[in-house]
T-cell receptor, first 115, second 114 residues
């Protein structure tokens, strides 16, 4: 069965420090995609970054990077130089390319940035 | 920019009422989704649709139905609301044939059933 696990229910990080949010996944498919979304207190889900299972390079988008370790089945999100506005819930999700309409979601990590 | 709108941000209904949650997207996306979000459980898929008048059950369809009469609009219906349907409801849309198939979300509707 496909599954996403986020083991950190909550994290506190000092402003300007880097932060790593953990995500492990379980799938028997060779072709899949991994996503990170941010959900501020306003409620809207914001797409951050994507990594395809065949991508050799780790994905980066501004201050976000995805540390993709295929053998370990992990897809951790790294936020460099954290800012107060990064305080939010963060969700890891996976899509199976054979059923590309659906995402499988982790339970989320609540990140709080301390000034 | 992709815009997904939901008819209400907050809604309070009584047990047994019929509830309609509306979702509209303006980017001609083929796929549309309804999720509910509860603390500690992440997002759970209720229904999705990949075309007009087409619908597929997600993980938790019981107690819900959907309607997609037009491409841009996807409605979630609670036939007889119950207190265990108190939750945050999120609508999303995505393109069908473009990797990475990321989903774009509306602002959510926080539904309380009393």
């Amino acid at each position: 069965a496909q599954k996403i696990t986020q083991t950190q229910p909550g994290m506190f990080v000092q402003e300007k420090e880097a932060v790593t949010l953990d995500c492990t996944y379980d799938t028997s498919d060779q072709s899949y995609g991994l996503f990170w979304y941010k959900q501020p207190s306003s409620g809207e889900m914001i797409f951050l970054i994507y990594q395809g299972s065949y991508d050799e390079q780790n994905a980066t988008e501004g201050r976000y990077s995805l540390n993709f370790q295929k053998a370990r089945k992990s897809a951790n999100l790294v936020i460099s130089a954290s800012q107060l506005g990064d305080s939010a819930m963060y969700f890891c999700a996976m899509s199976n390319m054979d059923s590309n309409y659906q995402l499988i979601w982790g339970a989320g990590t609540k990140l709080i940035i301390k000034p | 920019d992709v815009k997904v709108t939901q008819s209400s941000r907050y809604l309070v209904k009584r047990t047994g009422e019929k509830v309609f949650l509306e979702c509209v997207q303006d980017m001609d996306h083929e796929n549309m989704f309804w999720y509910r979000q509860d603390p500690g459980l992440g997002l759970r898929l209720i229904y999705f649709s990949y075309d007009v008048k087409m619908k597929e059950k997600g993980d938790i369809p019981e107690g819900y139905s959907v309607s997609r009469e037009k491409k841009e609009r996807f409605s979630l219906i609670l036939e007889s609301a119950s207190t265990n349907q108190t939750s945050m409801y999120l609508c999303a849309s995505s393109l069908q044939d473009r990797v990475p198939y990321e989903q774009y979300f509306g602002p959510g509707t926080r539904l309380t059933v009393t």
